[in-house]
């Protein structure tokens, strides 16, 4: 019984870690003084987060923090993906800059956001983040070689 609190309190802590700089928004939206808000806001993306990860580990022991840990990366981090998954990895990489650059020649469509402007633009850098890990881990060598002089590109020879 008690291996069991233990197990779903670190399970709760861990998540509450990760949704921790998700709370931004409402914190900015709310009406404490713009010191309050700076201060919450600081606090939830650089001390709560790691304070909670750290009980979390103490709470399920080094072992099975290791075991999610390790299925959480084998999820997102996949060598390779099926190809309707690395298509839907594109469009969540390509939609947003696309919609970014129509953004600054185009005002209606900033206008047309109205009062949901900040929640538009954080549903497209969602998507451009969670891009990189739906397109797996091919699609982050690709990205990073953009970045690398000496890199080069080999195409595979198609086997039939």
């Known amino acids: 019984m008690k291996f069991r609190f233990r197990f779903y309190l670190g399970i709760i802590l861990l998540i509450l870690a990760i949704v921790c700089p998700l709370l931004i928004p409402l914190i900015v939206q709310s009406n404490f003084s713009v010191l309050m808000k700076g201060f919450l806001s600081s606090i939830l993306v650089f001390g709560l987060p790691e304070v909670l990860i750290v009980l979390a580990i103490a709470l399920l022991g080094k072992e099975v923090y290791g ?3 390790q299925k959480i990366k084998n999820i997102l981090f996949k060598e390779k993906v099926s190809r309707a998954r690395y298509r839907l990895g ?19 469509i900033t206008l047309a956001y109205g009062s949901y402007y900040y929640w538009v633009e954080i549903i497209w850098t969602t998507m451009f983040a969670l891009s990189f890990f739906i397109c797996g881990k091919q699609f982050w060598d690709k990205f990073k070689s953009l970045f690398i002089y000496d890199s080069y590109v080999v195409f595979e020879k198609n086997k039939k």
Do not use: D
């Open 67 to 69: 075991l999610i840990e």
């Open 90 to 108: 594109l469009v969540f990489f390509a939609f947003p800059l696309v919609i970014g650059l129509l953004e600054v020649f185009v005002k209606e």
